[in-house]
Structure formats: structure tokens, C-alpha cells
């Protein structure tokens, strides 16, 4: 059984970090690239960033680039979202996912809810 459990996300202030995790298990990790999307309300899911399973390439949101580090340690099974400089638009809950490029077959967490507010 495949499970994605994230963990991280809390309520800051503006100018805060918050560093997102997302723990694996029932699969081979490395063999998945990895997203994190957001989503905040009453808008559509937003693909945020991106990480190859050998984590070789990583691509950003332009609303985020320069803010936010995706990152994995295929050890651990455990991929990761360092976000710094927060802003209130960055409020949304954030969903870790996995993808299995060959089939685009895709695997989602449950979710985690960022808050920037002051």
C-alpha cells in the first residue's frame, strides 16, 4: 500500500519559513519524481515545484522561484519544501505527489495547510 504523508505545515508570519515533508512508503522512491502543488481556496490546484527521482533537475513556479527549494533524500524516502520569504499568497494546502514518468501514473498525500498571515 502505497502512502505519502505530509507534515510541516503551520501558521506564520510574513517573512517566515516553514520547511514542508513528505514521508513515502510501499514504493521505490527514487524511481518517482516528485511535485509539490498548492492549492489555495476557491482557486485551482498550482503546481509549485519539481523534482527528478535522482534529484538531478528541479524546476519552480515563477511565483516561487527564489523563495522555495524542493529537495529529497531518496534514504530516507522523505522529499522536502523549504519555503522562506512567505507571503499571505502563499497560503494554500500544500499536496505533495509522485509520479511515475513512464505511465504518468500519479500517487497524492492528504495535505498540509500553510497560513502566512500577520
Known amino acids: 500500500q502505497v502512502q505519502l504523508v505530509e507534515s510541516g505545515g503551520d501558521s506564520v508570519q510574513p517573512g517566515g519559513s516553514l520547511t514542508l515533508s513528505c514521508t513515502v512508503s510501499?514504493?521505490?522512491?527514487?524511481?518517482?519524481?516528485m511535485r509539490w502543488y498548492r492549492q489555495a481556496p476557491g482557486k485551482e490546484r498550482e503546481l509549485v515545484a519539481t523534482?527528478?527521482?535522482?534529484?538531478?533537475?528541479?524546476n519552480y513556479a515563477d511565483s516561487v522561484k527564489g523563495r522555495f527549494t524542493i529537495s529529497r533524500d531518496n534514504a530516507k524516502n522523505t522529499g522536502y519544501l523549504q519555503m522562506n520569504s512567505l507571503k499571505s499568497e502563499d497560503t494554500a494546502v500544500y499536496y505533495c505527489?509522485?509520479?511515475?514518468?513512464?505511465?504518468?501514473?500519479?500517487?497524492w498525500g492528504q495535505g498540509t495547510q500553510v497560513t502566512v498571515t500577520s
Open positions: 523534482i527528478t527521482g535522482t534529484a538531478y533537475r528541479t
Open positions: 505527489n509522485l509520479r511515475f514518468d513512464p505511465t504518468r501514473r500519479d500517487y
Open positions: 510501499g514504493l521505490t522512491f527514487s524511481g518517482y519524481s
